[in-house]
């Protein structure tokens, strides 16, 4: 397995034919990628080469598991197995908030719209809101509780709802301003990969670490639809911005879209 090597200075010695000289190994090669030429090197060199600490921030302590951007992209938040939660200013490089309170690692995370909060799921079974506003405390002051598994995935809506899916094969909608569980979702018969919310927050859609990908009413928590045409787990799912598509990505390395026109009860009723 192999990937690209990003570093001009590392692919410039690899054309030239030097690959040991100021390329990340011996064993890079350059390659023709259509129109692109392109100094592929193992990912293990990747892996184990010390990166450059004016390009990757350098701050956990042991393996990152999610990373995500504020809606304004100014910010970054990182979590992983040394069970902190690290806030950086994307053009810097540098590290604006260390959040710890989380018991076991920090699987997923999702900045609020307003970029005023953090969510934060963890293998303790716990999501965490954490207050970012100016002159706050680096501390959360909500923890969501309901789950009965890892949090593996979380995801805000436009007006602020906050989805979480978890090991325990459940999804909840939560309110995060009144810390209330809305809805919870069963139906899975696996873990819960991703989710993610339609633009008009009237359905939702949850990929499983299985062949299937569910849509959802939001008000009432009924599946609305089940697609079984992935070939292989459906790691991630998306809906368009219009609302009239969903995506998923798997592992088959292919990707799914399904034109979706069916409408909740709600949007039935307006």
């Known amino acids: 397995m192999a ?47 010390s990166p450059d600490p004016g390009l990757v921030p350098a701050g956990h302590q042991r393996s990152v598991e999610t990373v995500s951007f504020s809606p304004d992209s100014k910010q970054l938040a990182s979590g992983g197995w ?20 989380h018991r076991d690692s920090v699987q997923s995370s999702d900045f609020s719209p307003t970029v005023n909060c953090l969510a934060t799921g963890s293998w303790d079974s716990t999501i965490r809101i954490w207050d970012l506003r ?30 979480s899916g978890s090991w325990d094969k459940t999804i909840h909608i939560w309110k995060p301003t009144t810390s209330s569980l809305l809805v919870q979702l069963k139906g899975h018969v696996t873990w819960v990969k991703s989710v993610a919310f339609s633009p008009d927050e009237l359905r939702l859609v949850s990929a499983g670490y299985s062949r299937m990908v569910k849509v959802w009413d939001c008000s009432t928590g009924k599946c609305l639809e089940t697609l079984k045409g992935v070939l292989d787990v459906a790691h991630t799912c998306a809906f368009t911005p219009d609302g009239k598509i969903l995506v998923s990505g798997a592992a088959d390395q292919t990707r799914r879209q399904a034109s979706h026109t069916t409408k909740s009860p709600r949007a039935t009723q307006t």
């Open 3 to 49: 990937r690209c090597c990003s570093q001009p200075q590392r692919m410039a010695a690899c054309m030239a034919g030097r690959p040991g000289v100021g390329s990340c190994c011996g064993g890079c090669t350059a390659t023709q990628v259509g129109r692109l030429r392109c100094c592929v090197c193992p990912v293990s060199c990747h892996l184990s080469s």
């Open 82 to 101: 040394d069970k902190r939660v690290m806030i950086w200013e994307v053009q810097s490089g540098q590290v604006l908030r260390l959040l710890v309170g």
């Open 134 to 163: 100016a002159g706050t405390p680096a501390v959360s002051h909500q923890v969501l509780e309901g789950h009965s598994g890892n949090i593996s995935c979380l995801c805000y809506s436009a007006s602020g709802l906050l989805a």
